[in-house]
């Protein structure tokens, strides 16, 4: 969806504790028409998230855009292929060239793990199908439930903006939020507990 690498964007600048943007940096950072980037931003001033100003605007509550995004947010629709591969976590992380998401993303980027996770979500881009199909190739397949969901992408801000095979923690954030396992909510917890500036304001 387009309007994620906004709200991506607006994010990661949260994180690193900007608060004013404008229209047409947006609409630049994420190849997007200005015309679409003002629609986003008034959506987002209605719910009380961004205040406009004569020159962009400044975020008010960036709980309310991470919220407002997992809300939407439909991983499992994204997901391109799914396989069970015989081997542990541990050993599909360790072989995969690719940008992980969700609790792997988590655990590899804080070093901690807060509750097991049997799945393994990652994202491939659009010209390292060929590789992956390779890294596939001689894997050990089994008949059980898959742990191993791929979802091929050609959203450029979101591998421009992926570091050490690591989306980024917005991403992450949301796609974790979007998974129904008993996982899913000690991860979230963890990860609100360590970044406040996510926590929704009273």
Same mark, same amino acid.
């Given at each position: 969806?387009?309007y ?34 003002? @629609?986003?931003i &008034?959506?987002?001033? !209605?719910?009380?998230? $961004?205040?406009?100003?004569r020159?962009?605007?400044? =975020?008010?509550?960036s ?47 804080m ?8 799945e ?9 199908k ?6 596939l190739?001689? @894997?050990?397949? &089994?008949?059980?439930? !898959?742990?191993?969901? $791929?979802?091929?992408t050609?959203?450029?801000?979101? =591998? ?14 949301v ?11 000690y991860?979230?917890?963890e ?7 996510f926590?929704?304001?009273?």
């Open positions: 969806m387009k994620e690498k906004i709200y991506r964007e607006i994010l990661i600048g949260a994180l690193e504790r900007r608060e004013r943007f404008t229209q047409l940096e947006l609409s630049k950072k994420c190849a997007l028409s200005l015309g679409f980037v003002n @629609k986003i &008034k959506r987002l001033a !209605e719910i009380g998230a $961004v205040d406009i100003q020159r962009g605007f400044r =975020i008010i509550d709980s309310k855009i991470l919220f407002d995004w997992a809300s939407k947010r439909r991983i499992k629709k994204e997901v391109s292929e799914s396989y069970c591969i015989d081997m542990n976590i541990g050993e599909i992380e360790k072989s995969l060239p690719f940008i992980f998401t969700a609790y792997s993303a988590w655990r590899l980027l070093n901690s793990m807060p509750f097991d996770y049997d393994v979500y990652i994202y491939v881009p659009i010209e390292g060929k590789l992956f199909r390779m890294w190739k001689d @894997k050990p397949a &089994k008949k059980r439930k !898959e742990n191993l969901f $791929v979802i091929f050609d959203d450029d801000h979101l =591998i421009k903006n992926s570091k050490n095979k690591i989306a980024p923690l917005p991403q992450i954030f796609d974790t939020y979007n998974l129904g396992s008993i996982a899913s909510k991860f979230i917890k990860m609100l507990d360590k970044y406040p500036i926590k929704v304001e009273a």
